[in-house]
């Protein structure tokens, strides 16, 4: 089955500073990639996706890269803000067949 | 559009009782999904219908869990007998299928003492 992991696991930044999540998959039939957001105590809820047939996709202050060859996408957050504080997890999937996250990253944006 | 509905919110059993968890998916949803998510890890998927059908049911412990979707609608997901290691959030999410995005419920939490 599809195995993803994600790095680091914890990340603390500087607000205003960028963060960078990065996740591996295993499977090479996998062809969707989203992102959920997941604050304390809250429902994991998307906040970014992109599939395999796009390399980049942006929205606002936060963008998604994938690179098919390597199996690894990466979330990138602009001038991050105390908001963006939260647990991100990276997900993969073939289709929407089986979609497995990786085991997530506690983002702790510093004032 | 009403969100993906989960019940209870919160339980708490002793280890060898049962205990069965609700799910009623967005309208129209084919895909259903329970995910169990233990504290500090990511959801792990146990169980995955396509309408009334079992896709993937490869990590659901055969022996203590079952799950059921009758009628390709709402689902339910038993444990008997719970352990100690099952405590952890239960969390129910649906798709349309040809999107992708997996809506999620508030999820239960399960304490077995």
């Known amino acids: 089955g599809e195995n993803v992991e994600q790095h680091p696991s914890t990340l603390s930044v500087q607000e205003g500073d960028s963060a960078v999540i990065k996740c591996t998959y295993s499977d090479s039939a996998s062809n969707y990639f989203p992102w959920y957001k997941q604050e304390l105590g809250k429902r994991p809820q998307l906040i970014i996706d992109i599939r395999s047939n796009v390399g980049e996709k942006k929205d606002q202050r936060i963008a998604v890269t994938l690179n098919k060859t390597a199996k690894h996408f990466s979330l990138h957050i602009t001038e991050t803000q105390p908001e963006d504080s939260a647990v991100y997890f990276c997900?993969?999937?073939?289709?929407?067949?089986?979609?497995?996250f990786g085991a997530g990253t506690t983002v702790t944006v510093r004032a | 559009e009403a969100g993906v509905a989960q019940s209870p919110r919160y339980k708490i059993i002793e280890k060898r009782q049962s205990v069965a968890f609700w799910c009623n998916p967005i309208s129209g949803h084919a895909t259903l999904y329970w995910y169990q998510q233990i504290l500090g890890q990511g959801p792990k998927l146990l169980i995955q219908?396509?309408?009334?059908?079992?896709?993937?049911d490869s990590q659901l412990p055969k022996d203590r869990f079952s799950a059921e979707r009758l009628k390709g609608v709402d689902s339910t997901l038993k444990i008997q007998p719970a352990k100690l290691e099952d405590s952890a959030v239960y969390l129910c999410?649906?798709?349309?299928?040809?999107?992708?995005?997996?809506?999620f419920g508030q999820g239960t939490r399960l304490t077995v003492v």
């Open positions: 219908f396509q309408n009334n059908g079992v896709v993937d």
């Open positions: 999410a649906s798709s349309f299928g040809v999107s992708g995005e997996a809506f």
């Open positions: 997900a993969a999937s073939m289709s929407d067949y089986k979609l497995s």
